[in-house]
């Protein structure tokens, strides 16, 4: 694994100390005169919290429209390594509490991923994790199983890179299935209860996959 360097790490900090101080700023003046009474201490802290992760996701996708997070193999020192690891950051440090909590309703965990730059279609949902949310397009009436993993970048050693994961319409993902880096599944397809579809697979509309490493099971109707 590549190691983060200094400077981004230096980026990201400045990030969050805006969001911290955005947050703490926000809550003294919309709270800190109110007569909160024996509760105060408490009031005041959880309402920074959620000010925290609101800030978090406006600063997050502000970075991200001043520097896209893009496909490829990421080279090291370039501009390119910057967003991806200030990404990494942002993720381990602030929203993987968000993404693999089974504290947060369903429903509510699909406002956060569109907030992190997810493309989720109408009634898309996911019990799961989507751990790259700017690189993963799902279309509608989608669901995601629970513990279920989608991912769009891979680790190997040294070498980062990334690549978008495409799901079609009435797609379901099984829990615990494991969809990697550059997988592209089409519309009615089924992916099986812990199942792993390896990078780079192409899953055909109405296809039911299974396995692991994940093989088709059933061809589409028509199909052989």
Same mark, same amino acid.
């Given at each position: 694994?590549?190691?983060?360097?200094?400077?981004?790490?230096?980026?990201?900090?400045?990030?969050?100390?805006?969001?911290?101080?955005?947050?703490?700023?926000?809550?003294?003046?919309?709270?800190?005169?109110?007569?909160?009474?024996?509760?105060?201490?408490?009031?005041?802290?959880?309402?920074?919290?959620?000010?925290?992760?609101?800030?978090?996701?406006?600063?997050?996708?502000?970075?991200?429209?001043?520097?896209?997070?893009?496909?490829?193999?990421?080279?090291?020192?370039?501009?390119?390594?910057?967003?991806?690891?200030?990404?990494?950051?942002?993720?381990?440090?602030?929203?993987?509490?968000?993404?693999?909590?089974?504290?947060?309703?369903?429903?509510?965990?699909?406002?956060?991923?569109?907030?992190?730059?997810?493309?989720?279609?109408?009634?898309?949902?996911?019990? %799961? !994790?989507? =751990?790259?949310?700017?690189?993963?397009? @799902? +279309?509608?009436?989608?669901? *995601? #199983?629970?513990? $279920? &993993?989608?991912?769009?970048?891979?680790?190997? %050693? !040294?070498? =980062?890179?990334?690549?978008?994961?495409? @799901? +079609?319409?009435?797609?379901? *993902? #099984?829990?615990? $299935? &494991?969809?990697?880096?550059?997988?592209?599944? %089409?519309?009615?397809?089924?992916?099986?209860?812990?199942?792993?579809?390896?990078?780079?697979?192409?899953?055909?509309?109405?296809?039911?996959?299974?396995?692991?490493?994940?093989?088709?099971?059933?061809?589409?109707?028509?199909?052989?």
């Amino acid at each position: 694994m590549r190691a983060i360097k200094p400077g981004q790490v230096a980026v990201f900090l400045c990030l969050l100390l805006l969001i911290l101080a955005l947050a703490i700023g926000t809550t003294a003046l919309a709270f800190g005169a109110l007569p909160l009474g024996d509760f105060r201490g408490v009031t005041l802290v959880a309402a920074a919290l959620v000010l925290v992760y609101l800030y978090a996701f406006l600063v997050y996708r502000l970075f991200l429209l001043a520097l896209p997070l893009r496909e490829g193999e990421v080279a090291e020192h370039t501009r390119h390594e910057l967003v991806a690891n200030v990404n990494i950051l942002f993720y381990l440090l602030l929203f993987n509490s968000l993404i693999r909590t089974h504290f947060i309703p369903v429903p509510l965990q699909r406002l956060i991923y569109l907030a992190l730059g997810a493309r989720l279609g109408s009634n898309t949902y996911s019990a %799961g !994790a989507l =751990l790259d949310p700017p690189l993963t397009r @799902i +279309g509608s009436n989608t669901i *995601i #199983g629970h513990d $279920a &993993v989608i991912f769009a970048h891979v680790i190997e %050693g !040294a070498r =980062l890179e990334l690549k978008a994961v495409h @799901i +079609g319409d009435t797609v379901t *993902i #099984g829990a615990k $299935a &494991v969809v990697m880096a550059g997988v592209q599944i %089409g519309d009615n397809a089924i992916v099986s209860t812990g199942a792993v579809v390896t990078k780079d697979t192409r899953i055909g509309a109405g296809e039911i996959w299974g396995g692991i490493p994940a093989r088709k099971i059933k061809s589409a109707p028509g199909q052989t």
